[in-house]
């Protein structure tokens, strides 16, 4: 089975702070993608990444950027955490041309 | 246009009925199509993909793709109160480097005992 895993199920951060959200998948799957998923708005694309080192800009991409240095993990970064990036984010792998997979999310709030 | 584009619902459907679940795309899309399920709480699992025209059938659920009209639709038959769960389009979009995963916002179905 595919596994995609995120560090944190549950993060409280303060406002100002760098904040790391880490997924590792052990599919060697080339693809992997940072979405936020909010109450009405669905998910939205952050970031996505096709290769190590490789990064493409998603939907809202403001505030956040990304580092793929080996082909299992995709970071997202938060350089300094407002509230408005209190949200639910899901990281997913997938093969090209194929289903992605999710990991359990991470519920960040940022006081 | 939103290159994937859904209900948002939410959609009732007694115990038993069969729910009917649209989306539609713009040409900007590929044609390789996924449904998600997503219970509350819970991050998104793959129900089907489809990938040509015409149906694809997978025990209750049903795929259906037309490329004519730019839609592809999710039948569920035999609705069960466990298929309560938002249930999200997903298709894939050509970025600069490689394919991005886009998502409709999601239709909310509810089938009621």
């Known amino acids: 089975d595919v596994k995609v895993t995120q560090s944190s199920r549950y993060l409280v951060k303060r406002t100002g702070e760098k904040v790391f959200l880490e997924c590792v998948q052990d599919?060697?799957?080339?693809?992997m993608f940072w979405y936020r998923q909010d109450p009405g708005l669905g998910l939205r694309l952050i970031y996505f990444?096709?290769?190590?080192?490789?990064?493409e800009k998603g939907d809202i991409p403001e505030g956040y950027s990304v580092s793929r240095e080996k082909k299992e993990r995709f970071s997202l970064i938060l350089e300094s955490a407002s509230t408005n990036q209190t949200s639910m984010y899901l990281c997913a792998s997938k093969r090209s041309n194929t289903e992605a997979f999710f990991g359990q999310g991470t519920r960040l709030t940022v006081v | 246009q939103k290159e994937v584009e859904q209900n948002s619902g939410p959609l009732s459907v007694p115990e038993g009925a069969i729910a009917s679940l649209n989306c539609t795309y713009s040409?900007?899309?590929?044609?390789?199509f996924f449904w998600y399920r997503q219970y509350s709480g819970k991050s998104p699992e793959l129900i089907m993909s489809i990938y040509s025209n015409g149906d694809k059938e997978d025990g209750r659920f049903t795929a259906q793709l037309n490329k004519a009209s730019q839609y592809v639709s999710l039948l569920i038959r035999d609705s069960q109160p466990s298929d309560s769960a938002t249930y999200l389009c997903?298709?894939?979009?050509?970025?600069?480097?490689?394919?991005?995963?886009?998502f409709g916002k999601g239709t909310k179905l509810s089938v009621i005992p």
């Open positions: 990444s096709y290769d190590v080192k490789m990064k």
């Open positions: 040409d900007r899309v590929s044609q390789s």
């Open positions: 599919m060697d799957h080339e693809n």
């Open positions: 997903a298709a894939l979009v050509r970025g600069a480097g490689s394919y991005q995963l886009t």
